[in-house]
C-alpha cells in the first residue's frame, strides 16, 4: 500500500473517542455534510489495521479517519511522545480497484497499542520501534506516520479522558 500525504483537504472536523463499554474507537464527525462530501459518491472501504479501521473513500482514496474494535485490555502502558504532524490529507495510491465494505489488511497482523494516559495519546504500531517517517493529521488529534516499507504508525488523542482502569506496563 502507498500513501501519499497532501496539504489539502485539511483534517476533517471532528473529535476521536473512545467507549470502554464496547472496546472500541470511533470518530464523532463535526459536520456531517463535510464528511458526506469527502466520501464521494463511490462508497468507503477501509483499511484495516487488525481490527481497527481507517475509513477510505473510494472515489477520492482519501483517508478519514479511524475506528473500530480496540479492547483497553491489550493497550501497554508507555509515555508517548507524538511526532509532530502537519496538517492536511492522507491518500492511498493504488492502480487497483476497492470494493465497497471489504476490508483491506495492512501490516503485520498483529499490531502493537500503545497508550499513555496522561497524555491521552493512543498508538498503533506495527512492531515495539516507534520509527519516523513522514507524518500527517489527516483527521482531528489523528496523525498517520508513513513508513518506506508502506506501513504506517496511527496515532490517536482521545481527550474524552479515557481512563482503563488497569493497562498492562
Known amino acids: ?8 483537504p485539511e483534517p476533517l472536523p471532528g473529535a476521536p473517542f473512545y467507549s470502554a463499554q464496547d472496546y472500541a474507537l470511533g470518530y464523532r464527525v463535526e459536520d456531517p455534510n463535510e464528511a458526506a462530501r469527502r466520501r464521494g459518491s463511490g462508497g468507503v472501504t477501509c483499511l ?3 481490527t481497527v479501521q481507517i475509513d477510505l473513500a ?26 509532530s504532524a502537519t496538517r492536511g490529507s492522507l491518500r492511498v495510491i493504488s492502480s487497483g480497484s476497492f470494493v465497497v465494505g471489504v476490508s483491506i489488511p495492512i501490516g503485520p497482523s498483529e499490531w502493537r497499542r500503545f497508550f499513555d494516559p496522561d497524555k491521552g495519546w493512543l498508538c498503533l504500531a506495527p ?22 516499507n508502506e506501513c504506517i504508525t496511527l496515532w490517536v488523542r482521545l481527550s474524552g479522558g479515557i481512563q482503563p482502569p488497569k493497562i498492562p506496563a
Not at 500500500?1 to 489539502?8: A, C, K, S, V
Not at 516507534?130 to 518506506?148: K, N, Q, R
Open 1 to 8: 500500500m502507498i500513501f501519499e500525504i497532501g496539504d489539502t
Open 48 to 50: 484495516a489495521l487488525n
Open 58 to 83: 473510494i472515489e477520492t482514496r482519501l483517508c478519514l479517519w479511524a475506528w473500530g474494535y480496540c479492547p483497553h485490555t491489550s493497550w501497554r502502558r508507555r509515555t508517548l511522545n507524538p511526532p
Open 127 to 148: 512492531d515495539d520501534d516507534l520509527v519516523d517517517g513522514e507524518t500527517v493529521e489527516f483527521a482531528h488529534d489523528t496523525i498517520a506516520v508513513v513508513h518506506p
